[in-house]
């Protein structure tokens, strides 16, 4: 049963996997158009949306394969389960801590090399013990059972946004 146990919780990591890497590839299909804005929707431009979103994956698995799943709390709180079952974020209710914000200038190069480095982050989630987990601001610690849902519900989120600006 234990082998059973262990090829659902791999089968359920490849859907994830494969739900981001969509939304990855969607990312990075719109980096040319990363200096467009619409300041009807977002005073920031499309690349400020997709670099803000590269970088919160790349620093939540790096953040995932440094923590010591031993210390792992849940106090996943009652604002994260509410967006989680709601399936999304609101628009304009949170800011992004200063280690996820974008550069001043953003340039398609950084784009093109933090995608490659999203990619090699996310293979390597796989491989991570259930209860490797990141502290979020708000919604508490995320372990792995949570952290694809977190990663699709905020690359999501941008990806609304971007949709949005060019319309």
Same mark, same amino acid.
């Given at each position: 049963?234990?082998?059973?146990?262990? #090829?659902? +919780?791999? #089968?359920?990591?490849?859907?994830?996997?494969? =739900?981001?890497?969509? /939304?990855? @590839?969607?990312? *990075?299909?719109?980096?040319?158009?990363? *200096? *467009?804005?619409?300041?009807?929707?977002? =005073?920031?431009?499309?690349?400020?949306?997709?670099?803000?979103?590269?970088?919160?994956?790349?620093?939540?698995?790096?953040?995932?394969?440094?923590?010591? !799943?031993?210390? /792992?709390?849940?106090?996943?709180?009652?604002?994260? =389960?509410?967006?989680?079952?709601?399936?999304?974020?609101?628009?304009?209710?949170?800011?992004? !801590?200063?280690? +996820?914000? !974008?550069? *001043?200038?953003?340039?398609?190069? @950084?784009?093109?090399?933090? +995608?490659?480095? +999203?990619?090699?982050?996310?293979?390597?989630?796989?491989?991570? @013990?259930?209860?490797? #987990?990141?502290?979020?601001?708000?919604?508490?610690?995320?372990?792995?059972?949570?952290? /694809?849902? #977190?990663?699709?519900?905020?690359?999501?989120?941008?990806?609304?946004?971007?949709? @949005?600006?060019?319309?």
């Amino acid at each position: 049963m234990q082998k059973c146990e262990g #090829f659902f +919780v791999t #089968f359920k990591s490849m859907k994830n996997n494969q =739900k981001l890497s969509k /939304y990855l @590839d969607t990312l *990075e299909s719109h980096i040319p158009k990363f *200096e *467009e804005k619409n300041p009807n929707i977002s =005073k920031s431009t499309i690349g400020w949306q997709i670099d803000h979103s590269l970088k919160v994956i790349n620093n939540v698995s790096i953040a995932l394969q440094s923590s010591d !799943p031993n210390q /792992y709390k849940n106090n996943f709180s009652f604002l994260g =389960k509410l967006f989680f079952t709601l399936g999304f974020f609101p628009r304009g209710k949170a800011k992004a !801590p200063k280690y +996820v914000r !974008p550069p *001043e200038t953003i340039l398609k190069e @950084d784009l093109i090399t933090q +995608v490659q480095l +999203v990619k090699s982050n996310i293979e390597s989630l796989n491989s991570l @013990d259930k209860n490797a #987990f990141f502290k979020h601001p708000l919604f508490g610690n995320i372990n792995m059972t949570r952290v /694809y849902r #977190f990663l699709e519900l905020h690359t999501h989120h941008h990806l609304k946004i971007i949709e @949005d600006i060019l319309k």
